[in-house]
């Protein structure tokens, strides 16, 4: 799918509706606290990304990867791939790049959302050539079944699909059965049926930490 | 007629219906529960409860928590009446909410939080309530910061004369010197942090305390 024709792989830069121009703050405190900093690990990506930094697993697990979080809440892959094109990665040269984004992509079809991901998938290795992209899978969300769930398990599947074949990227799941088996979510583990509890940031939190460490022991010095 | 103090559900647009389901768990929530303190309103009082201040500082004092991202007034109005007051007699209400009252004036703002207050006071007699002022938002200094600061003095004055209520604001702990928001209070120049809410938390905890004492001691 072209760009051209693709929304959420057109990069575009989130509108200051409110007035308070909070978004472009937040990026551009990203580009100017990324001079001088080494992560070996960037996240970047919505709300699940920048909350994950606010709760004692990010101390836990990730600050001692020396890890940096450009998460914004809000962000669908159109404004991530803007963040990326335009500064967030030009100081830094992070060997693992951790992407959760497309939950809030409303409006587009699995195959543009994909397509979205792609697109800053491609923007990373021209800007981080030697950097390896972990893509991380589209939770459920919703307290019972709903379209959401089918489009978010879709994009899932295609993007696995896509990076199957490249080197420098790697797909991970992040459910670690977050549907029980008469179909709900639990406030427990989201308590807005979309964002993380701190428990359930330890539960998804593991196998990540994991795959993240093997990424780096492998990367070439 | 005030827009900010009409009832109004969210209408569900992505398609997850998480907005329904949150207020439906909460009018459950009153079926169960015995709270004798009640909060109520957008994220601010949402995202409390995932901090270990909620834990440490006002689950003891069995509380429970009605907050909802992205509410506005009309939202908060909609829900207390629809089935979250039912059942349950708190003895203190901290209501805080307004922020994302967009399409409306300060003026209008204030309305509806002072409606709700009215609501809260006639729906529950026994009950005191604490508003809290709408904090600072954005890096720099910004038009909404000085709306949010015009609700405050509006509602500073509207407040106490409802009756059993109080207002509460702590936005001063926010700005530091040259006008900037730090990111180590609101990680998003919005919602707060771990640390943000253990600066709010202080003052508000001991005013429930000093608020829930005094409804005893009437008895």
Not at chain 1, 88 to 116: A, M, R
Request: aromatic fraction near 6%.
């Amino acid at each position: 799918m072209s760009e051209d024709s693709n929304p959420a792989a057109t990069p575009t830069p989130c509108q200051d509706i409110q007035g308070d121009g909070r978004w472009m703050s937040l990026h551009n405190r990203f580009v100017s606290d990324s001079k001088g900093k080494e992560p070996d690990v960037l996240f970047v990506g919505d709300s699940l990304v920048q909350l994950l930094h606010e709760f004692e697993v990010w101390r836990k697990l990730f600050s001692p990867l020396h890890a940096l979080n450009f998460g914004v809440g809000g962000d669908a892959t159109q404004h991530v791939l803007w963040r990326l094109m335009n500064g967030e990665l030009d100081h830094i040269s992070p060997k693992v790049v951790v992407l959760w984004v497309g939950t809030n992509n409303h409006g587009h079809t699995p195959g543009q959302i994909c397509g979205g991901i792609m697109a800053i998938i491609n923007v990373v290795h021209q800007k981080l050539p030697r950097a390896h992209t972990l893509v991380l899978g589209l939770l459920p969300r919703g307290k019972s079944p709903n379209p959401l769930r089918e489009r978010n398990a879709s994009v899932n599947a295609v993007v696995q699909a896509e990076v199957v074949s490249l080197s420098h990227v790697s797909f991970l799941d992040m459910d670690p059965g977050f549907i029980h088996s008469d179909g709900s979510i639990a406030h427990q583990d989201m308590y807005d049926y979309l964002h993380l509890t701190p428990q359930a940031y330890q539960r998804v939190c593991q196998p990540l930490h994991e795959r993240i460490k093997s990424l780096l022991d492998k990367h070439a010095p | 007629m005030n827009p900010a103090a009409q009832p109004l559900p969210v209408q569900d647009v992505q398609g997850d219906a998480r907005w329904i389901s949150q207020h439906e768990r909460f009018v459950q929530e009153c079926k169960d529960a015995e709270p004798d303190v009640l909060f109520i309103g957008d994220s601010m009082i949402q995202l409390m409860q995932q901090h270990e201040v909620w834990k440490d500082l006002f689950s003891p004092l069995h509380a429970l928590n009605f907050g909802l991202a992205g509410d506005t007034t009309c939202n908060v109005l909609w829900r207390i009446q629809n089935g979250e007051l039912q059942n349950i007699q708190p003895k203190v209400v901290v209501l805080w909410v307004g922020t994302n009252n967009h399409q409306h004036t300060a003026e209008q703002v204030s309305g509806g939080v002072t409606a709700i207050t009215q609501i809260l006071i006639s729906q529950l007699p026994r009950a005191k309530i604490i508003v809290l002022g709408l904090l600072p938002r954005g890096e720099h200094q910004n038009p909404m910061r000085e709306k949010n600061a015009e609700v405050n003095e509006l509602l500073r004055l509207s407040v106490p004369r409802l009756g059993p209520a109080q207002f509460l604001d702590v936005s001063a702990e926010f700005v530091q010197s040259d006008g900037s928001i730090s990111k180590h209070d609101m990680f998003d120049f919005l919602h707060l942090t771990a640390a943000g809410y253990q600066t709010l938390s202080k003052p508000l905890h001991d005013l429930l305390l000093q608020t829930l004492e005094e409804t005893t001691a009437a008895k």
